[in-house]
């Protein structure tokens, strides 16, 4: 069974972190293999580790871990593979992988470019002060 | 004219803010309005009220900031509404509005959910250890 965590960042407002389950209840509808489920740098739980933990107790013998950041800074490029590092470790039967992170798909930033236009295109018809 | 502004949160990294320079580059081969420019919350050049100022003495009339977060917590509910309000005293000619933020579009979680699900996919194929 194939697990796949999404890696966000994770804020003091639990309201921050809607359209990552958004995104991942969107992904269940198509990803029929395995639990699709989400993982907090800081500030929200579950942490890597124990989102990791969860997934192999649920059966899972391969997990892929995609982080959720459109700029690629610290946060992946340091933070990250030193977690997955201590989690291979802690883990060695399992099958642990990490992608890119989401920002560095160009389709992904057509589609932000796509819908930041029709946002902005659309904040002409509105009022001068809102939001 | 009508000039967009992509309000990202910056990072150390200058590598960091390429993906929201390739979506910028992509805007404008579809906004011929007016300019597609970046504006950075934190660590990064220019801030939000010098990437304003430029747009305006560019010929502005009007500024749409949309931003560039999937969550949507201090940053934009707080600090950019500091922001904006500051900019608007500082330009009282000028229509100078905000979007909500680009990880509230729900195109956007499907692309990042169709983009998510592909990485994953595509993990299984590679090195267990990779990247």
Do not use: K
Request: charge should be negative; hydrophobic fraction near 50%; proline fraction near 7%.
């Amino acid at each position: 069974m194939h697990g796949i965590l999404l890696f966000a960042h994770g804020a003091r407002d639990a309201a921050w972190a809607w359209p990552f389950e958004a995104i991942a209840a969107h992904m269940r509808t198509h990803h029929v293999d395995g639990p699709v489920a989400l993982a907090y740098l800081e500030l929200m739980q579950p942490g890597l580790p124990e989102a990791v933990d969860a997934l192999v107790r649920q059966g899972c013998q391969a997990i892929t871990v995609v982080p959720m950041f459109l700029g690629a800074g610290g946060h992946v490029r340091r933070d990250l593979p030193a977690l997955m590092e201590r989690l291979r470790t802690e883990h060695p039967g399992l099958q642990l992988r990490s992608t890119c992170a989401i920002g560095e798909s160009d389709a992904v930033n057509r589609a932000l470019a796509t819908a930041a236009l029709a946002l902005a295109t659309e904040s002409l018809a509105g009022p001068s002060t809102a939001p």
